[in-house]
């Protein structure tokens, strides 16, 4: 009985998903058609909305790879190297004012928890610059010089989040994916101690103070810090490389549609 009544369930979702999808698609079509964008621009877009919508199953390329709302047709691989992405280069050479502006002011700032619960012991803190596509007045001014370097990044805001990650000593993040794969991950590496790691797919990375660690958040990945003290990193979500111009004009506006893609920046 329960099994039959999670059917029902799943076939309601979808009878309300497709008018759904298509107000969403019409709607999309014509804005898209004011940017100079047509339907054939926008085609694999089209799948991760029906993926999205749970109408289409995701044909994930790599079973370390499911993330919940998935972009066909990108590369699928889990590390990049910072060089590929010429940006990297303004972080390194500002890495101390970056540390020093952002450990100032977390020391006299209330840092909350990360909201998802991905923990299953000790304590991981967030002091948000992007959060959910939303600049945060009190952090980017605080800390303008970071914000500006952070605002060079493309996609920074609008693919996913910016934020200082603070791990305590023996905090262990639980292996999870992330949200999307139409953004790439950076971490710069503020503090850290030994015994700090970070797990992505099947490889064991370590971070490096005033390096870049760049990677695919949609893939199966984990975190420990087993120091007696704090690991510090910035954390600054940019768009994949191989989404086009008009697909991340879509997925940015989608997100401001009636019936368009929920909320899917966390994490």
Request: a positive charge.
């Amino acid at each position: 009985m329960p099994r039959a009544r999670g059917k029902i369930k799943r076939l309601v979702v979808r009878k309300g998903a497709r008018p759904r999808r298509a107000v969403v698609w019409a709607q999309l079509r014509r804005r898209a058609a004011a940017q100079g964008f047509g339907s054939s621009d926008l085609e694999r877009f089209y799948h991760y909305l029906s993926h999205h919508l749970k109408l289409e199953k995701p044909d994930y390329v790599d079973p370390l790879q499911q993330p919940p709302n998935y972009f066909p047709g990108l590369r699928s691989q889990p590390i990049y190297s910072p060089s590929e992405f010429a940006w990297t280069r303004e972080i390194f050479d500002n890495f101390n004012v970056i540390k020093n502006e952002l450990l100032e002011f977390s020391e006299t700032s209330n840092l909350e928890a990360q909201p998802q619960g991905l923990t299953d012991r000790g304590r991981w803190n967030v002091l948000y610059f992007y959060t959910g596509g939303r600049r945060v007045d009190a952090t980017t001014t605080a800390c303008p010089l970071t914000a500006g370097i952070i605002d060079l990044v493309p996609g920074a805001g609008r693919a996913g989040q910016a934020y200082l990650s603070v791990l305590r000593g023996d905090t262990h993040i639980t292996r999870h994916f992330g949200p999307t794969n139409t953004r790439l991950r950076c971490h710069v590496g503020l503090v850290v101690p030994d015994g700090a790691r970070i797990r992505i797919g099947e490889e064991t990375y370590r971070w490096e103070e005033g390096k870049c660690l760049i990677f695919d958040d949609s893939f199966d990945h984990e975190v420990w810090n087993e120091a007696s003290s704090e690991r510090v990193v910035l954390i600054v979500d940019f768009w994949h490389p191989d989404l086009t111009p008009a697909e991340t004009w879509a997925i940015t506006e989608a997100r401001g549609l009636r019936f368009g893609l929920r909320d899917i920046l966390h994490a």
